[in-house]
C-alpha cells in the first residue's frame, strides 16, 4: 500500500512565490525522499533526508523531517516556471523498496 | 552520467497479445524496479530484482512476470496483454540499499487495445 500521502494534491502559485509541499507517512522509515517529474517524463531525484536528519538543503530546495510527528515538508524558494512538475515523496522501507506517494502537481504562473 | 534507459517511449498493443518491456542501466547497479504509474493512484512497484537471476513481487505482480539475466538489463513481460495494463511503465535502477537514490528512465507509455 502507498505510504507516503502529498499534500496538497494540486498547487498553482505565482512565479517568484514559495511552494510548500507536505508528506505523511505511517511507518518507521530509513529515510525520505522528494523525487521530481516533469510531465510524461521519469522522475529525477531532488533530495534524500535520513531519518536523524531534521533539515536539509540543496539550491532553492528546503526539506525537513518530523519523525514524531512522521511528516515531511518541501519548500522551494523563488519559485520558477522550469519548476511546473509533479512532486513525490518517497520512504525507504526494507533493504530496497521505495514506497512513493501519488504527488502534489505544481503549476508555477508567469 | 548515470543513464537507464527503456526501449520504447510509446507501444500500442492489442489484447491477448505477448509484451516485452525492455530496460538498461549503465551505471553498474544491483538493484532493478519496474513501475507503473496511473492517474490518481501513483507509483505502484510491480517487481524488482535485487540481483541477477533473482526477482521479488512487489505491490501488483499479477499479470507480470519479470527476467534479468544480465546485470544491466531488467525487463518486464505481459504474458497476455489486457486493457487494464493500459498504463505508464517506469523503470528504475539504483546501487545498493533504498539508503541510495533511484535512477529512472523516461517511461513507455503502453496501450493495450
Known amino acids: 500500500s502507498q505510504q507516503g500521502e502529498e499534500d496538497p494534491q494540486a498547487l498553482s502559485i505565482q512565479e517568484g512565490e514559495n511552494a510548500t509541499m507536505n508528506c505523511s507517512y505511517k511507518?518507521?522509515?530509513?529515510?525520505l525522499q522528494w523525487y521530481r517529474q516533469n510531465s510524461g517524463r521519469g522522475l529525477v531525484h531532488l533530495i534524500l533526508i535520513r531519518s536523524n536528519e531534521r533539515e536539509k538543503h540543496s539550491g532553492r530546495l528546503r526539506v525537513t523531517l518530523d519523525t514524531s510527528k512522521k511528516s515531511s515538508s518541501l519548500l522551494i524558494t523563488a519559485s520558477r516556471a522550469a519548476d511546473t512538475a509533479s512532486y513525490f515523496c518517497a520512504t525507504g522501507q526494507g533493504a530496497q523498496k521505495l514506497v512513493f506517494g501519488q504527488g502534489t502537481r505544481l503549476t508555477i504562473n508567469p | 552520467d548515470v543513464k537507464v534507459t527503456q526501449s520504447s517511449r510509446y507501444l500500442v498493443k492489442r489484447t491477448g497479445e505477448k509484451v516485452f518491456l525492455e530496460c538498461v542501466q549503465d551505471m553498474d547497479h544491483e538493484n532493478m524496479f519496474w513501475y507503473r504509474q496511473d492517474p490518481g493512484l501513483g507509483l505502484r512497484l510491480i517487481y524488482f530484482s535485487y540481483d541477477v537471476k533473482m526477482k521479488e513481487k512487489g505491490d501488483i505482480p499479477e499479470g507480470y512476470s519479470v527476467s534479468r539475466e544480465k546485470k544491466e538489463r531488467f525487463s518486464l513481460i505481459l504474458e497476455s496483454a489486457s486493457t487494464n495494463q493500459t498504463s505508464m511503465y517506469l523503470c528504475?535502477?539504483?546501487?545498493?540499499?533504498?539508503?541510495?537514490?533511484?535512477?529512472f528512465g523516461p517511461g513507455t507509455r503502453l496501450t493495450v487495445l
Open positions: 528504475a535502477s539504483s546501487l545498493g540499499s533504498n539508503r541510495d537514490t533511484q535512477y
Open positions: 511507518t518507521s522509515i530509513n529515510n
